[in-house]
């Protein structure tokens, strides 16, 4: 029986493979070699996540009603029942108490969002500190914060739309930043709400934003990325066999796909877990919106609290000029700054590239310690983010620990300048220190033995065991570039020189590189 189903089945293949051969296509691409290390899960993460979310959308986007028409609410939560709401918000009830399992996927879409944006949150710092965004992928570092963006004003555009106070007040603080926008501000205002605040169009525009536009470019992006993936093949940690020109790990079938299939499942029940354990969004405590309220300790998803914390932390100053006010809260923290610092983020690689004067392919991966300058910027931002998000929540820090909101903030305004500054000198320095811890396990050895060996002189020195070879190899294979030199050259030059010594100069030089205990083997 089972040979006969075989046969009926390699029978059925090969006739689909003479009319459509995607057999013939896949034979190459079967065999394809994905490097076998956990840090390379993190995009897999994001690409789940968002799957996830496509299909909660689609089960949500059948119930969900975006009218703004005012009703009286008369469904199954007894505390709202003969309030006036707006049609969106009634939906959103209806969702969570009338509707089989609605509840359950409204909060699985929620908590998807967060773990799809912070994964990529998360995959991008992966590929800061390995240098994994040089050449040849400094397109794809492009495609990944824009991404990064794209997901950011989909998340917000998603928690708007069920018209609560709470997203209500955040809708408030956007029109904020608009206004803000000097000369144009009313105009990109008015043209948004349709009006004047609060209107009845921003919600349907937020709803096929929300479920049509970002979605669709989120898709175009996420393709366009995994094909540059495929087409440049994944970079790989340093280690014996492994070069520039190879990728040394599991083939796509059947490890890869396997793996990949395991964690996709483990990716939907967490989230699906956590979705019936963890309360989120619970939109009928905070009742619908009023433009003439606003809610208690109004807090954005976690993805947004920076620019809060921006807002709160910007003293309230304005200037007038010629007949115009410019209110610089919320201007610099609200428009300018995501504006310089997502510019910065695009311009990294290059501006990388033009410092070091490395024009190179690079597909294997730096260890962060040995890059102290790079490594040390990544976490001075990762220090001030922080700094950012504790003070989105100054108010709830203040109430709980008993402190005064105004020492607070001043507190966090410092901390704001002085703690990335810190957070670089000290990473560098720890790097450093990794770097020659690095060095005495290769000239000394790694394990202590127990032995003691006694010099001619008398004295006493333990003996380590010798590091193993692999690790060896490992530790000596990474790149020495050395600083640029222009003594004579234009300012345009020897800035470019000083800025490479600044890159360049703390390091811990290790002996010459270890062999390829891959290549010894072959040659033996």
Known sequence: MRRSRAAAMERAAVALDGRLPFLDAAKGQVRKVFPDHWSFLLGELALYSFTLLLLTGVYLAFFFDPAMSEVVYAGSYAPLVGQTMTE????????????????????????????????????????FFTGAFRRPREVNWLIGLTLFQLALVE?????????????????????????????VGSYLSFFAFDGQWPGTAIIPRLYATHILLLPGLLVGLVTAHLILVYYLKHTQWAGPGRTQRNVVGRPQFPHFITKTAGLAGM?????????????????????????????????????????EGALR???????????????????????????????????????????????SERHLCDRPRDRPVRTAIGVAGVT???VLLMAGGQDVLALVFGLSVNQLDWTL????????????????????????????????????????RQSVEGGYQGEREPLPVVRRYVLTRYDRPQPLTAANGSRAQRLRAALSRWFYRDRVELPQPAPDPEQEREQV
């Open 88 to 127: 969106a918000y009634a939906s959103t009830l209806a969702i969570s108490f009338d509707v089989r399992g609605g509840l359950l996927v409204r909060q699985i879409h929620h908590w998807a969002a967060l773990v799809f944006v912070s994964s990529i949150g998360v995959h991008l710092l992966r590929i």
């Open 155 to 183: 998340g917000f555009a998603g928690y708007s739309l069920p018209d609560d106070l709470l997203s209500g007040t955040g809708l408030r603080t956007a029109q904020g930043f608009m206004l803000s926008v000097p000369l």
């Open 313 to 359: 932390l910007m003293p309230g100053t304005e200037t007038r000029l010629w007949g115009h006010t410019i209110a610089w809260n919320p201007l610099v923290p609200a428009v300018l700054f995501p504006m310089v610092l997502f510019a910065a983020l695009y311009a990294y690689p290059f501006l990388e590239q033009w410092i070091t004067g490395d024009h």
């Open 267 to 307: 990716v939907f029940g967490l989230i699906a877990l956590l979705a019936g354990l963890a309360q989120i969004n619970p939109i009928w405590k905070y009742g619908p919106y009023r433009a003439d309220q606003a809610s208690t300790d109004a807090q954005p998803d976690w993805y947004m609290g920076f620019l």
């Open 413 to 452: 305004r410092v901390a704001l300048f002085v703690a990335p500054a810190l957070a670089f000198w000290l990473t560098r320095r720890i790097c450093l220190a990794l770097q020659a811890r690095d060095r005495d396990r290769f000239t000394a050895g790694s394990t202590p033995t127990g032995w003691v």
């Open 384 to 386: 001030a983010y922080a």
